[in-house]
């Protein structure tokens, strides 16, 4: 303890406040979790990008591989060679060759809608956004540099001045580059998300219906023959009453471009154009979702009539056609998923966020609910069962997708999969499905599951998923403990569990107020901030407070921080500010 000179704490007052501002921070992020990785050699970089961007909550990471000579712009033409996603300007200055302008587009396929929500924006993964309004504003790409690890800590690269001609690669090292609006060049400061690849199944490696004779499409007369549509995203909207409609839990995809059949004996196989990881960051720890076309039932027998979804409330049970399905590096070796999940199974697919601020047009005048397409890379709680969506209405399930668009979740960490040389992690790049009953499953889609920043994951799993959706917002306390969700995050708390207020400390050290705090080592993309003011009314600020500096080892996943700001005779109020990207 620090306490000293009782007389002078009585004039200091405490007080914790949560201020959510459009600006973050971010701990170390390791090669093994990159995804994206290009070039060939026994050496390995990094590069990240940082937007600097209010409405895109994370930098992107790609890894490139070397061997001998190589500088950083071999290593930025490597990546934008290798994914055309990002593209780059380049400006020739006194320095040499620098950075003019930095623009990111997501993977995608001719014709595949991306994802576009306006309400969810806490949970949407590294798929779900572009980056390119830089193009449109007047700043500076500015060029950092750490070396000499395995990963990156933002807060220790170095401003690196010259062009990138002269930048020497090292084993290890990292190069960092940060968009800044003003004069005043910005460090890297974002949470780092792996730039992802494209997430869905690219080719069709052999496809058979089996025995008998396929179903038809009632509409157009075609046999569900057609293997390219388990190609590309699942389906956004499909066929009612001779309009176009979203894909909702209760009306599934059914149309013969929309799904493709598998009889008795009968099989698909799929290849992404990647390997798929087993990421340590993939959510309820998922690696790939395969989507098909079943639906919930609904109460009393209703019927969906295409309207206003919080008035059909949900049935007990899913209609389902199981297909078993099997994993594979090579498409020679497979390894079943022998007792499930399986394909064509709970949960069904959400081809629209629900959202009745941005509700899109383009569906037709009746259209007052639903928005942008859902993200197929993010899946729902595993361990749900149709039986706990009874009583809900169509509506309020929609909205706890949290902006992805459902199917069912495989994890592939139990399987005998070799790991890949680079990440270490397993691996699959093929996925086999048979029909495992009497019934014929369909098949719509395949997905690679997105690996989430932190607090987004922390959000996804400490929130039950049928709780209400307002729960999860920072500053919400469904807890009543007086402690709100995004100071929970922080300090390492349940926000689910009435818990005691985080432990803070307030004392005197020789001429210092020092204010002590505990910090969750897991919450690597907020930033905790001690501010003062004169009285509780007047401007909070930083000024004259030392950077808070972490002191001692972590004990049960929190770390101790000190503030420190001179003592004076005038009275000080101090509160803990808490702020991520939103």
Request: aromatic fraction near 12%; hydrophobic fraction near 40%.
């Amino acid at each position: 303890m620090f306490w000293s000179d009782p007389a002078r704490l009585m004039r200091i007052a405490f007080a914790l406040a949560i201020v959510v501002l459009s600006n973050g921070s971010a701990a170390a992020f390791d090669f093994a979790r990159i995804e994206r990785w290009t070039g060939s050699g026994t050496n390995r970089s990094a590069l990240v990008v940082d937007w600097n961007h209010g409405r895109n909550p994370h930098a992107l990471a790609w890894g490139f591989r070397w061997d001998g000579f190589a500088t950083t712009y071999d290593l930025l033409r490597a990546i934008t060679n290798n994914d055309p996603g990002l593209s780059i300007e380049w400006t020739n200055t006194s320095a040499g060759l620098r950075v003019a302008h930095m623009v990111y587009r997501r993977p995608s396929a001719h014709g595949v809608t991306l994802p576009h929500s306006q309400s969810e924006t806490t949970l949407m993964t590294p798929y779900g956004r572009d980056f390119t309004s830089m193009v449109f504003q007047t700043g500076t790409w500015t060029h950092w540099t750490c070396d000499g690890g395995m990963a990156v800590v933002p807060s220790n690269c170095l401003l690196f001045s010259s062009g990138v001609v002269h930048r020497l690669l090292e084993p290890g090292s990292w190069d960092v580059f940060s968009f800044s609006t003003s004069s005043l060049p910005i460090p890297p400061n974002r949470a780092i998300a792996p730039a992802p690849h494209y997430p869905f199944a690219s080719e069709v490696i052999s496809y058979w219906y089996g025995s008998g004779s396929p179903p038809i499409d009632w509409l157009s007369g075609e046999p569900f023959t057609n293997a390219a549509a388990a190609l590309g995203r699942p389906t956004v909207d499909t066929t009612f009453q001779s309009t176009n409609a979203p894909v909702v839990p209760v009306a599934a995809a059914f149309r013969a471009h929309e799904v493709v059949s598998l009889g008795s004996g009968g099989y698909i196989e799929l290849a992404f154009d990647h390997r798929v990881l087993d990421h340590p960051d993939n959510p309820y720890g998922l690696d790939f979702i395969v989507f098909g076309n079943s639906f919930q039932s609904i109460a009393g027998g209703a019927a969906w009539t295409n309207g206003d979804p919080a008035a059909t409330v949900l049935g007990h049970s899913c209609f389902v056609e199981k297909g078993r399905v099997y994993v594979s590096q090579d498409a020679i070796t497979w390894h079943a998923f022998t007792n499930g999940p399986f394909a064509d199974d709970f949960a069904p697919t959400l081809g629209r966020v629900f959202d009745t601020n941005h509700y899109d047009t383009s569906l037709g005048p009746w259209n007052q609910w639903w928005g942008g397409a859902t993200d197929p890379t993010l899946p729902i709680d595993p361990s749900l069962a149709p039986s706990n969506w009874a009583g809900f209405s169509v509506a309020a399930i929609a909205q706890r997708y949290r902006g992805g668009a459902g199917g069912t979740g495989f994890d592939i960490s139990t399987l005998p999969l070799q790991p890949d040389e680079t990440t270490g992690l397993k691996w699959i790049r093929y996925v086999r499905i048979e029909r495992a009953g009497s019934l014929n499953p369909e098949i719509d889609a395949i997905a690679d599951v997105s690996p989430l920043l932190p607090h987004a994951r922390w959000t996804l799993e400490a929130f039950p998923w049928l709780a209400a959706p307002s729960e999860k917002a920072d500053g919400s306390d469904p807890d009543v403990d007086g402690t709100p969700n995004l100071l929970e995050y922080a300090t390492g708390q349940n926000p689910m569990v009435a818990e005691l207020p985080p432990l803070i400390q307030l004392g005197v050290a020789a001429s210092h107020i020092r204010v002590r705090y505990w910090k969750a080592e897991d919450a690597s993309d907020v930033r905790v901030e001690v501010e003062s003011a004169v009285s509780p009314d007047a401007v909070w600020q930083t000024n004259g407070i030392s950077q808070a500096v972490e002191i001692g080892a972590p004990s049960n996943g929190l770390r101790a921080v000190d503030a420190e700001q001179p003592l004076s005779d005038n009275a000080r109020f101090f509160r803990l500010r808490v702020r991520h990207e939103d």
